[in-house]
């Protein structure tokens, strides 16, 4: 019989349940305002809305097209036949974002592969207004979606790209060897699994960032660095994601294209040098002129490029500075009140 659009369709059989703990032993919540180590049992809710959330993706949804496809992840051998390394991170919103020679891929979490789990913590109750609602819900941050729903979207969209990244054995051999999947789902479960999840009546009704796969790293750290004036929490010098831990990173990944062009004048320098010394050209005012001006830039090309980065390191000191100072003001103002928790 099929059942009320309203209604979630339950992702998992009644049998598919894991005997092990389910969640991690702690999270980090970090805020602007907190840094806080938390136990994901005391606030189940908490921790599943930290654990789903891709809320910065879904803060520029309408630029996500210059990011990525709208179609489905590659399976892990076509990754792994792009020579991308599997990088694991437990950030969701990380999770399938790629550069040059990785792609970032968030494990599997046990607590989505236990039909109980899901039961009681992401499927609509019977009084919820989502379903007694007359109106239909606009999106998902319409007042008429519970936090059930909004947890089913994330988790059910988190859930089906597994299904693109693992269709083949070897696919599953790949994951289990890289430590995606809990150890104890055997190939022949993760096969009903997928039968299952495929043969949801909406599988459509996902949260907006999974309409997405593949999204591109360097272009998400362009849009959250410049978009200024339609994106939140916009950060010129850390983007989308900033995975420098010295100086020397940054400055080699973001200024070596200054060697390739130095290389490229020096090239022409001696092109022009040997030009002036022919008889058709030293005498030609317009290449006399051309020379002249490709000479002064090329001495005051070097000194402007050196002032960029050293302006560019003392506003990256003076940031790192300043947020080291503040954290640490915090922090042990909140040890003086006793109000430290972990």
């Known amino acids: 019989m099929s059942q009320s659009p309203s209604i979630m369709p339950d992702p998992l059989l009644a049998d598919q349940k894991l005997g092990s703990s389910l969640f991690p032993a702690s999270y980090r919540v970090l805020s602007k305002d907190s840094d806080i180590i938390a136990i994901p049992e005391k606030d189940l809710n908490a921790f599943l809305t930290h654990e789903l959330n891709v809320d910065r993706l879904n803060n520029i949804h309408k630029h996500l097209w210059m990011v990525g496809r709208p179609m489905p992840a590659r399976a892990l051998h076509r990754q792994r036949l792009l020579a991308r390394e599997i990088v694991i991170v437990e950030q969701t919103d990380l999770h399938l974002v790629w550069s040059a020679k990785s792609i970032f891929i968030k494990p599997l979490p046990r607590f989505l592969l236990d ?3 899901w039961k009681d913590n992401m499927l609509c109750k019977n009084d919820c207004t989502c379903i007694t609602s007359q109106m239909k819900p606009k999106s998902s941050d319409d007042p008429l979606v519970c936090t059930q729903r909004k947890l089913y979207r994330g988790a059910l969209g988190f859930l089906l790209t597994y299904v693109q990244l693992i269709s083949h054995e070897s696919d599953f051999n790949m994951a289990k060897g890289a430590w995606l999947l809990p150890k104890e789902v055997a190939w022949e479960r993760w096969l009903e699994l997928v039968k299952q999840l495929i043969a949801l009546e909406e599988p459509k009704d996902i949260n907006k ?9 360097n272009r998400l750290n362009f849009i959250y660095r410049w978009a200024w004036w339609n994106v939140k929490d916009i950060s010129p010098i850390r983007g989308y994601n900033y995975n420098y831990n010295q100086y020397s990173v940054f400055f080699r990944r973001n200024f070596a294209w ?3 062009v130095f290389f490229y004048v020096t090239i022409v320098l001696t092109a022009m040098q040997v030009g002036l010394g022919t008889d058709r050209l030293k005498n030609d005012t317009r290449f006399q002129a051309a020379s002249y001006g490709f000479t002064v830039f090329s001495i005051l090309g070097p000194i402007l490029a050196g002032g960029i ?3 560019t390191f003392f506003l990256l000191f ?3 500075l300043a947020a080291t100072l503040a954290f640490e003001k915090k922090t042990f103002g909140k040890l003086k009140q006793d109000k430290y928790r972990v």
Do not use: K, P
């Open 209 to 217: 960032r999974y309409i997405y796969g593949e999204l591109r790293l």
């Open 318 to 320: 003076l940031h790192n």
């Open 258 to 260: 200054v060697a390739a």
């Open 309 to 311: 980065a050293l302006f």
């Open 115 to 117: 039909h109980g789990f």
